[in-house]
């Protein structure tokens, strides 16, 4: 018979405390030690060899937000495209599972948490137009307990698909990329510092699409950001080469996986906020990703945020009035 998921996750916690790699667990606490003046190490060819492959395993979860075909003509739709989710670190992969399973116990749930079907009580979730309000709340407030109990932080990018179109077209006419391109490959750069600096490998885990197109250009920007290809072209070279080193010894690989996976829940339960916190700031997700400091900019030191934190993309001003606004105040910066 094979493993569980939780059988699954003991085993690998217990080989690496067999290898020497020391437990760590939540990456909020962690990051905030982090020392904006000694961040992103030189690699050596010597470490890119073999001792990096001891250090800690980080997993960044990403869903997405929208399609990420930019001629979208769904009127129904956001107005945004992202890609993100959460990183948490590995040894809190098992708490992730166990309250995921407390959740999906207690409600008897039949689907998984899809907050798309969540918030339009549709599909696994069209129990909730028929509860009663008194009930439905009561499933928010634990859907929201999980989600901000969780020894994990948000992060991702978004870009607004009008102001996208705009820019791009004039160059690249019916050739441009998929936004997907873009927002993967600023979420996992910013995840590749985060683990770096914190002397920890990222496993990056993406919701497979299915889709002919989606999945392999997924994979080849995730080559690109490894071997210091041309992610956006030959015009931003240093973004690429300046960076690469960290990156090759950092990226420990890519996965795919299905809505079955916790971690790719809670990314699902993220990234609509995250998005939303760059277009509509106060909406009600947001607001309960702020108040619970869930956003990884509350974890920053100020100098790093604007290159580390989410990534908003011809959307700065609301973004600016909204999260970065509620962190300055609660890390106490100046604006």
Known sequence: MAPTARERLVRNAVIARANGIPELHDIAALMETIDADNVVPAYSPEDLAGPLKLRPLMTLFIDESGTRYPD????????????????????????????????????????????????????????LSKVGRKRAEEFAADLKSFVLSAPAVGIGCALDRAEHVAKYRPQHGRSMWLMSKTAFTITVDRAA????????????????????????????????????????????????????????????????????????????????????????????????????????????????????????????????AGVRAAVAAARGWRR
Request: include cysteine; charge should be negative; aromatic fraction near 10%.
């Open 193 to 320: 510092k985060i683990a770096a600096t914190l002397g920890c490998r990222l496993r990056v885990v993406v919701e497979r699409s299915g889709h002919n197109r989606e999945d392999p250009e997924v994979v080849e920007c995730y080559k690109e950001l490894i071997g210091g290809g041309h992610v956006f072209g030959p015009a931003v070279e240093a973004f690429n080469d300046e960076l690469t080193p960290y990156r090759a010894a950092t990226l420990a690989g890519l996965e795919f996986g299905g809505k079955e996976s916790p971690g790719l829940q809670l990314a699902d339960l993220m990234i609509y906020p995250i998005c939303a916190s760059g277009f509509a700031p106060d909406h009600p997700e947001n607001q309960n990703m702020l108040a619970g400091r869930k956003y990884v900019d509350f974890h920053l030191p100020s100098d790093l945020v604007s290159d580390w934190g989410l990534k908003f993309r011809e959307c700065p001003r609301s973004y600016k």
């Open 72 to 127: 979208n003509k769904d009127k129904n739709g956001p107005p945004w495209f992202g890609m993100g989710g959460v990183l948490v670190l590995n040894d809190d992969l098992l708490a992730i599972h166990d309250a995921r399973a407390a959740l999906v116990s207690k409600w008897r749930l039949s689907g998984p948490l899809h907050g798309f079907d969540i918030r339009n009580t549709s599909k696994a979730f069209v129990w």
